[in-house]
């Protein structure tokens, strides 16, 4: 287990928020000023972060790529040379399947992507490494959906990249290998912003795909003020997304031109 993955649990929320309501506790009798600011800012926290409607309000800061209209689909084939699919995550040994499977996030892009390659004719590259450490990888996964569910083959795998940034990198070295520098990439709406600038720093033309967007209206009873535990799980990847967002402009530099 990463250094990294432990500092995200514990740092992001609710982990957060759960260690704020923590150490209210510890301090109640030393520090009761000091408890009652944690208690208040990890109860507030968690309360916000339950709501659908802040998952919207959200979203629509992180969701600046416009959707691509089923239109113009057909005139990807004259504008990119390949349709660049991100992994999003591995469920293992699925009882059900038999075996391990894309996530229920990584699904999404999949049919999304197979929809593009239909009407667009591009071949499929998909991208995404060990998510347990153990094989298949992502992208292996997700090329026996392309073509076990949608008849569609998927002509490159990337197998080694663990985040967006080497997503981005090593899918850009094996692309140019084959002179390509033109992709439409597929990744959620709130995660195209770190993923078209990362592939963008890779030296990679990029034409935006968005799908799975979160900040439409949100369709819940009292306009999503009720508190939901999927909105949870959803606050934390939009918190996440803007955290990577700044860390990755800060830490990461383009790649050096192909020669």
């Known amino acids: 287990m990463s250094i990294r993955y432990m500092?995200?649990?514990f740092f992001l929320p609710p982990g957060l928020f759960l260690l704020l309501l923590l150490a209210a506790w510890w301090l109640r009798r030393r520090f009761p000023r000091m408890a009652a600011l944690c208690f208040v800012s990890?109860?507030?926290?968690?309360?916000?972060?339950?709501?659908?409607?802040?998952?919207?309000?959200?979203?629509?800061g992180l969701e600046?790529?416009?959707?691509?209209h089923q239109e113009t689909w057909p005139a990807l084939a004259e504008q990119a040379q390949v349709i660049v699919v991100l992994g999003g995550g591995r469920d293992l040994a699925d009882p059900g399947w038999?075996?391990?499977?894309p996530s229920l996030m990584a699904l999404e892009r999949v049919r999304f992507a197979a929809r593009l390659a239909k009407a667009s004719g591009l071949p499929l590259l998909t991208t995404g490494g060990l998510h347990y450490g153990q094989p298949p990888s992502e992208a292996a996964l997700m090329a026996e959906v392309f073509a076990r569910d949608y008849g569609l083959p998927v002509r490159w795998q990337e197998g080694q990249s663990r985040t967006t940034w080497e997503n981005a990198l090593y899918t850009a070295q094996l692309l140019n290998a084959q002179g390509i520098n033109r992709v439409v990439l597929v990744t959620q709406a709130w995660h195209m912003p770190r993923a078209r600038w990362s592939f963008e720093q890779a030296g990679l033309h990029v034409i935006s795909a968005p799908m799975g967007f979160l900040g439409t209206p949100n369709g819940r009873p009292v306009g999503g003020w009720l508190p939901e535990s999927k909105a949870v799980w959803q606050n934390g990847l939009l918190l996440n997304e803007a955290v990577g967002?700044?860390?990755?402009?800060?830490?990461?530099?383009p790649a050096a031109p192909s020669l």
């Open 7 to 9: 500092l995200k649990q």
């Open 42 to 60: 990890g109860f507030a926290g968690m309360a916000l972060f339950s709501l659908p409607v802040v998952v919207e309000w959200a979203a629509r």
């Open 64 to 68: 600046r790529e416009p959707a691509l």
């Open 98 to 101: 038999g075996a391990d499977q």
């Open 245 to 253: 967002l700044i860390g990755y402009r800060l830490f990461y530099k």
